[in-house]
């Protein structure tokens, strides 16, 4: 596996730093080598092109997709919501049955039902959640989800 970590500026994001970390293990526990290479020249940086951005109003618990209000149940705001506040972390469904609806005793395909049924709201323009296979959900990397605690 390669892992391209930019390391630009005097300090280290902590995500690098977990990163390097981990990695750091593993070569300890002889799981892995670490060779250090020059980085190629990056091309000329092009503007990302900007895709709609849903706001998390959590005050009054309405999500905003580009400024119109989106209508979630409460249990689909919960779960975008949980998943924003825990960017790059992947969750088990039984994980988030925990965490977003309490229990952990119901059918694990509930959340695979919530999951759809949100990304269905927020349109094939919006990569929010990503499936890990074997594993569960997260947020996507280029999600544009901002929690506005205080609307």
Known sequence: MTLAI???????????HRLLSAVRELVELSRGTVTVEAAAPEPAETP?????EVRLLTG???ALLDGVALPL???EFDLLLYLAERPRRVFSRAQLLA????YERAGERT???HVRRLRLKLGAGIPAI???YGVGYRLAD?????IMPHD
């Open 130 to 132: 990503t499936t890990v």
């Open 73 to 75: 149940t409460r249990l």
């Open 48 to 52: 990302a092109v900007a895709g709609p």
């Open 111 to 113: 959340v695979d039902v």
């Open 6 to 16: 930019p390391l630009t500026g005097d300090t280290v994001s902590p995500q690098a």
């Open 60 to 62: 009054s618990r309405q």
């Open 99 to 102: 965490a977003v609806w309490g």
């Open 142 to 146: 280029d999600a544009r989800v901002t």
